[in-house]
């Protein structure tokens, strides 16, 4: 599926608003092994890894930007022409929880 497409059908992963009005086309790395095969950090950056990826609109973009991230709900995962929204489940990890 084309990122175009992705973004004109598909919803923020933190707050589920439309992102189809969108300026910009935002994906963010999650700390979570991606179960499917698309996307995946690994499809984008480095092979050698399969983080899950999620994809923010632009408002929860600003937030993180302004360091006051929003809550990730979801990966996503694009299958055929579906978009399927994963429970963001964080890899367990020790003090940098949150
Ligand atoms: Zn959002």
């Not at 923020?12 to 179960?35: E, S, V």
């Not at 984008?44 to 929860?60: L, T």
């Not at 600003?62 to 890899?91: C, K, M, S, W």
């Amino acid at each position: 599926m084309d990122l175009d497409r992705v973004k004109e059908i598909g919803v923020c992963c933190c707050c589920g608003q439309p992102t189809k009005q969108d300026r910009h086309f935002n994906m963010i790395q999650l700390d979570m092994d991606a179960a499917w095969e698309f996307p995946r950090l690994g499809n984008v950056f480095d092979s050698s890894v399969n983080n899950a990826v999620a994809m923010i609109c632009d408002p929860c973009g600003d937030r993180f930007e302004a360091n006051d991230p929003p809550t990730i709900l979801y990966a996503i995962e694009f299958l055929g022409e579906q978009l399927v929204y994963h429970d963001y489940i964080p890899r367990a990890h020790g003090a940098d929880q949150g």
